[in-house]
């Protein structure tokens, strides 16, 4: 399994990033995969879930700001990033795995593989 994420950068308050996640080694168009993100000093927070059917899934805070897709043809998934905040500053993941899920027992996050990460810095 190999996912390759790009598209980090510096951005000003505001502003937009996309980014990408390249995946190999799997059967991709049938895989959960997800977003996931740390900022210093804190732990890994799950981000967005898209399924293989294509539906979707956010945390709270970037629902309307962020959008997740995938293109099963070319085995890629984006995550556009708009009106970006300081606090959106992390490494992002891609990674699959079942992702952000509630059961009977609680709310928890499964991933079973993840890339390097990308760094996002939103800063003026």
């Known amino acids: 399994v190999q996912l390759v994420e790009s598209g980090g950068g510096l951005v000003q308050p505001g502003g937009s990033l996309r980014l990408s996640c390249a995946a190999s080694g799997f059967t991709f168009s049938t895989s959960t995969m997800n977003w996931a993100r740390q900022a210093p000093g804190k732990g890994l927070e799950w981000v967005s879930t898209i399924y293989g059917d294509g539906s979707t899934n956010y945390a709270d805070s970037m629902k309307g700001r962020f959008t997740i897709s995938r293109d099963n043809a070319k085995n890629t998934m984006s995550l556009q990033m708009n009106s970006l905040k300081p606090e959106d500053t992390a490494v992002y993941y891609c990674?699959?795995?079942?992702?952000?899920?509630?059961?009977?027992?609680?709310?928890?996050?499964?991933?079973?593989?993840r890339g390097q990460g990308t760094q996002v810095t939103v800063s003026s």
């Open positions: 990674a699959v795995g079942r992702g952000y899920y509630c059961s009977g027992y609680g709310c928890f996050t499964e991933y079973r593989f």
